[in-house]
């Protein structure tokens, strides 16, 4: 691919450049701990990671970590999997996540907002007594370090209240939104064992409330470990016989006790999207998310005590954890809890107007969206706080970041789009926004500090400017201390490193440009490949979906027995569109040429809709193997699909080619 771009879409000018967190702390880390104090990020970042141990013990300093004990050594084995970081030290994630509280009591930390889109503060005093009261509700049930305690709730002050409650008795939490069916539930938290429940008797999305009473039972029933369920009444109701109330528990004026845990104590459990059996259960230490997040924060987003941070998401993505640590960096959060389309595609950008979001992070589907229905945030909305807007959940495709772009200087403001990639495994992004950098369409701006990111080819070699699998040749302190019910760490093992030994190995397909610039092409799993040419599905996306009459698409690449290759595109079409010859026309054409005459689909078939994850990835493995004749039940688990019933198409389709 051409990653030739002579013109960036941003720059950031000499003032941003100057007040950024990021220089400020280059500077200083060339003072004290040998940084390159010259060569701006691309130096700082190649000292990141052939000065790691340094690296890491600054980021410590810089944010004034605090160590209940001090630590040996920052790094105590640097081998994947099982790099050892920080042995010796003790520290609690939800004292840090609390700090602001001291020097700003009466200003908000959180801005709670419902679908009527006016936002309800909580101060920093208020959270931190809401904390210590449940703190200490928790271990008079018998919570103690290491036991499980889950949310089964929105995105609602409630839910970062119990995280924050958990972490600092040493308790694990673990989450999923009340979208989530029962069942898909109960495969996420019986693996875990929770003691402690919190849950809500409903929610309420596009204008209607959803009772989960019932959902609510089944989790009771079939969560034997349970010593206790919390009834949050969010919905007005009763509360069920045998379960405590919310009130009742953050109602006294408690001071916090922060249990001291070591640097490696699992803090959360997070799961994977679980498409093809059971969701793995990533667990994330209080110690490595600590510091992953203040410098991810902090350095790359420029978060502090001045910014109010938004980003749309539910309690099952990791990007809510994500959210719930801005609280270190003293930034106020925005909890949005309802649709991000109600009562009209516009809404996130009403959020975000009305809580004077200065870094507000959605998903490039949404950003997409709102151009095809002809969205006009800078014009209709009062943006004007807004430094940055940053995308996740897919690659931006480039007419997202010209529209962003074109959308805001029409007002005259100075955008800086971030588009970050990562994943749910270290909770944190392997490259993404950094605010000295300039944007190049289509582009992330660059691998994040710390992490030795690069793109390989099948022998390991590394590659500039071709595209490669995306990977990591050192530990992070946010990769995963293990998977729930892994004992000897063959699971863990084989997601990440059975391709490359001792490297992390993603499976994304990126390009590491000649300027240190990345470009995500789609998952590697379920990479196109024709006739040789490898292409990222995300690719084939960006150029269909530019186009009007297509709402959605969904793009296979399979096998067959005889050495042929099957390449089906399928299309959700927008209200009033048909697939027509001359529709067919155009979309073949697109993909010729803006891309490759190789990669044009063997078919065009339409589709009733694409079938997601309930975190919104379109599932393209299962549809694959369901294609290849695995039975459905096999293929996917149904649980962790946003419509099963979209899946019979594929299905039937499979059964007709057979």
Known sequence: MSTVNPEPLWRPDPQRIEKAQVTRFQRWAAEHHGAPAEGGYPALHRWSVDELETFWEAVTRWFDVRFATPYARVLGDRSMPGAEWFPGATLNYAEHALRAAATRPDEPALLHVDESHEPQPVTWAELRRQVGALAAQLRALGVRPGDRVSGYLPNIPQAVVALLATAAVGGVWTSCAPDFGARSVLDRFQQVEPVVLFTVDGYRYGGKEHDRRDAVAELRRELPTLRAVVHIPLLGTEPPEGVLEWSALTAADEEPVFEPVPFAHPLWVLYSSGTTGLPKAIVQSQGGILVEHLKQLGLHCDLGPEDRFFWYTSTGWMMWNFLVSGLLTGTTIVLYDGSPGYPDTGAQWRVAERTGATLYGTSAAYVMACRKAEVHPARDFDLSKIQCVATTGSPLPPDGFRWLHDEFAESGADLWIASVSGGTDVCSCFAGGVPTLPVYIGELQAPGLGTDLQSWDPNGRPLVDEVG??????????????????????????????????????????????????????????????????????????????????????????????????????????????????????????????????????????????????????????????????????????????????????????????
Do not use: C
Not at 472 to 497: E, I, K, L, Q
Not at 513 to 532: A, E
Not at 597 to 615: A, F, K, Q, S
């Open 469 to 658: 699998e995306l990977v990591v040749t050192n530990p992070m302190p946010s990769m995963p201390v293990h998977f729930w019910n892994d004992p000897d760490g063959s699971r863990y093992h084989d997601s990440y490193f059975d391709t490359y030994p001792g490297v992390w190995r993603h499976g994304d397909w990126i390009t590491v440009t000649s300027r240190g610039s990345v470009v995500i092409h789609g998952r590697s799993d379920s990479t196109l490949n024709r006739q040789g040419v490898r292409m990222g599905s995300a690719d084939i996306y960006e150029v269909v979906e530019r186009l009007p009459e297509i709402r959605e698409s969904l793009v296979i690449g399979i096998e067959q027995a005889d050495g042929g290759y099957w390449m089906p595109l399928f299309v959700h079409l927008a209200p009033g569109a048909a697939l027509d010859d001359a529709l067919l026309g155009r979309i073949k054409q697109a993909i010729r040429e803006q891309l490759s005459p190789r990669h044009v689909p063997d078919e065009v078939i339409e589709v009733p809709g694409v079938p997601h994850t309930l975190t919104g990835k379109r599932i393209e493995v299962p549809v694959k193997r369901i294609l290849q004749g695995t039975p459905l039940e096999k293929a996917v688990n149904p649980g962790s699909i946003d419509n099963l019933e979209l899946l019979h198409f594929y299905e039937e389709l499979a059964r007709k080619r057979s």
